[in-house]
């Protein structure tokens, strides 16, 4: 079965500009979650989605990260505006069933704020 | 991952042992994971533990699981280059959010 996809892999903007990162979970996987993985650090659960409904989103900046999955599949994250502090990787990752640990990654989106 | 610790770096000789420690904080757990991540590429769960066992072999890996001590160590038999990696260990909140370590970044040596 294909992996879960993100894009783009790289990007690279300047402080308080906006970016997007797109996501697409392995097919019929219900549970999408966003990570943010800082340099040297383990990952940090931004945003967990069930279907297209919002299940944990306790750890999102939210005066500045927003993210939907408004039909259940492919999932969008944004940073407007962005802060030095953002530069880290962005996981997508996704499970069959919410309570579950085994989560299937893409490769990420690395995220460099100048 | 302020609740799990691990060491941060292992060097080893090919064809020798590795051995990756994690101290975890709650107790309630009832899976604990290791998970591997290669350069430039996305995490990928290696192997996993039930809590009422003390231990798991999977072919070269072995993961043991010291619950008094809240301790987890995964042991990697005949190291090959191809283990070089960096390797998480999460353990699941209450409602199954994963806390990951900081990872230990095991580079293989010829």
């Known amino acids: 079965e294909a992996g879960v996809a993100q894009s783009p892999r790289y990007k690279i903007i300047e402080k308080r500009q906006s970016v997007a990162f797109w996501c697409n979970p392995i097919?019929?996987?219900?549970?999408l979650y966003w990570y943010q993985q800082i340099l040297g650090q383990g990952p940090k659960l931004l945003i967990q989605f069930q279907n297209n409904g919002v299940v944990d989103d306790s750890q999102l900046p939210k005066d500045r990260f927003s993210a939907e999955r408004l039909k259940g599949v492919d999932s969008t994250l944004k940073i407007q505006p962005a802060k030095l502090e953002d530069s880290a990787v962005y996981l997508c990752a996704s499970s069959r069933r919410t309570n579950t640990g085994e989560l299937f990654f893409g490769e990420g989106s690395r995220l460099t704020v100048l | 991952g302020e609740d799990v610790e691990q060491s941060l770096f292992l060097s080893v000789r090919e064809g020798d042992s590795s051995v990756i420690n994690c101290t975890y904080t709650?107790?309630?757990?009832?899976?604990l994971y290791w998970y591997k991540q290669e350069p430039g590429a996305g995490l990928q769960l290696l192997t996993y533990?039930?809590?009422?066992?003390d231990m798991k072999q999977d072919q070269r890996l072995t993961v043991l699981l010291n619950k008094k001590d809240k301790h987890l160590s995964l042991r990697i038999a005949d190291t090959q280059t191809g283990d070089s990696a960096i390797y998480f260990c999460?353990?699941?909140?209450?409602?199954?959010?994963?806390?990951f370590g900081a990872g230990t970044t095991v580079t293989v040596r010829a």
């Open positions: 999460a353990e699941p909140s209450n409602d199954y959010k994963l806390s």
């Open positions: 097919s019929g996987h219900a549970t």
């Open positions: 709650d107790s309630s757990s009832t899976y």
């Open positions: 533990i039930f809590s009422n066992m």
